[in-house]
C-alpha cells in the first residue's frame, strides 16, 4: 500500500503512478496524477474519487479505505470486475483481442466494429473494456438522443493480452481497499465525513462535450456539493479547466468567491482531444494547464 493508516485515519506517504495505464481515456490524469497527488493533505479518512473514469489518481493514492464512483455502469462492471475477479477481466480482453487480431493487422478495423456493434446492441463492460483500449485517443464518445458509442478503431496496435495482464495484477493490488458505486457524484459526496478527501474530475465544460456524462453535466450543481461538503469538514480537490482554449476563447470558469482556499496549475500538455476534432493535426500551440483547486 502507498498509504498507511493512523489513529487519525490515512497518511500520505511518496506515491508513485502504477508502470502503465489500465483503460485508454482522454483527458486521463495517469500523467500527472503523481502531482495531483502530492497537494492532497497528509492525513485524511476516506479517499473519494467521485467521477472515477479510468482511475488513475485512485490507483496512484491506492487508499486503504477508498471509493470509486462513476454513473457509467459497464464502467463500474469493469472496476468491480477488477477487484473481486481479476481473470475474468483478463479473459475479456484477451478474448476480445484475439478475435480481432486473428485476421491481420489489416482487418482489425472489422473486428473492432464488430465488438463496438455488440456493446451498442447490449452495452456490458466486456465490450467496453476492449473497445475504451481499441478505439481512437481513448475518445469515448456517445451519441446523446439513444447513447449510441461512435468512436472508430484508432489506428495503433491495442496492448497484447500478457502486457494488459500484468496491468491488472497491479492496479488489482492498489485497489483492493476500495469499494466502487454506480450512481451520482453528490450521492457518493454525500457519504464523505469530517476529515475525508474526495477528488473530483468533472467533465470539462467548454470542450468535452461530444464525451460521455458531459451533455447533461452541470458544474454550478458540483461547486454547491462541494460547499456542503466543505462545510461539514470534508477536503475537497477539484481539476478543472485551467489555460485551455476552445475555439478563440481562453477558458476561464466563475469560481465562487472564498469556496477554494488555494489554487495550482498541473501542466498537461498538448490537448488529445482538439488532435481528434481537427483530424490529427499537431497542435503547437494547444499546449494546456488544468487547474487544481482545493478547499483546504
Same mark, same amino acid.
Given at each position: ?22 483503460? /485508454? ?9 503523481? @502531482? ?7 492525513? $485524511?479518512?476516506?479517499?473519494? %474519487? ?36 481479476? @481473470? /475474468? ?14 485476421? &491481420? ?19 456490458? &463492460? ?9 478505439? $481512437? ?6 451519441? +446523446? ?8 478503431? &484508432?489506428?495503433?496496435?491495442?496492448? %497484447? ?31 464523505? /465525513?469530517?476529515?475525508?478527501?474526495? $477528488? ?23 461547486? @454547491? ?5 466543505? +462545510?461539514? &469538514?470534508?477536503?475537497?480537490?477539484l481539476s478543472i479547466d485551467g489555460t485551455k482554449r476552445s475555439g478563440d476563447m481562453l477558458c476561464d470558469l466563475p469560481i465562487p468567491s472564498g469556496l477554494f482556499e488555494r489554487e495550482v496549475f498541473v501542466r498537461v500538455g498538448r490537448s488529445m482531444l482538439k488532435r481528434f476534432q481537427m483530424n490529427g493535426q499537431s497542435?503547437? /500551440? ?11
Open positions: 500500500m502507498l498509504t498507511r493508516s493512523t489513529l487519525f485515519g490515512q497518511t500520505r506517504e511518496p506515491v508513485t503512478r502504477p508502470k502503465g495505464s489500465l483503460l /485508454k481515456w482522454i483527458g486521463s490524469k495517469y500523467s500527472m496524477a503523481v @502531482e495531483i497527488a502530492s497537494y492532497f493533505p497528509k492525513d $485524511y479518512g476516506t479517499f473519494f %474519487d467521485v467521477f472515477l473514469g479510468s482511475g488513475p489518481v485512485l490507483a496512484t493514492v491506492a487508499p486503504n479505505a477508498g471509493v470509486g464512483c462513476d454513473s457509467f455502469s459497464p464502467l463500474i462492471e469493469i472496476w468491480r470486475t477488477l477487484q473481486v475477479s481479476p @481473470e /475474468k477481466l483478463k479473459s475479456w480482453y484477451a478474448t476480445r483481442w484475439r478475435e480481432v487480431m486473428k485476421e &491481420g493487422e489489416g482487418k482489425k478495423v472489422l473486428g473492432y466494429e464488430k465488438i463496438k456493434a455488440s456493446y451498442n446492441t447490449n452495452p456490458n &463492460g466486456a465490450d467496453f473494456l476492449f473497445l475504451c483500449r481499441s478505439c $481512437y485517443g481513448g475518445v469515448i464518445r456517445f451519441r +446523446k438522443a439513444d447513447g449510441y458509442m461512435s468512436t472508430p478503431c &484508432g489506428p495503433h496496435t491495442p496492448i %497484447d493480452p500478457d502486457s494488459f495482464a500484468s496491468r491488472v495484477d497491479e492496479w488489482h493490488a492498489r485497489v483492493r481497499g476500495c469499494s466502487f458505486v454506480c450512481g451520482d457524484y453528490a450521492e457518493s459526496m454525500g457519504m464523505a /465525513k469530517q476529515g475525508d478527501l474526495v $477528488y473530483c474530475d468533472p467533465p470539462y465544460s467548454h470542450s468535452q462535450g461530444i464525451l460521455y456524462g458531459a451533455q447533461s453535466f452541470n458544474l454550478s450543481h458540483l461547486l @454547491e456539493v462541494i460547499a456542503a461538503c466543505k +462545510k461539514r &469538514g470534508v477536503y475537497v480537490a497542435l503547437e /500551440k494547444e499546449e494546456v494547464s488544468d487547474r487544481l483547486l482545493l478547499t483546504y
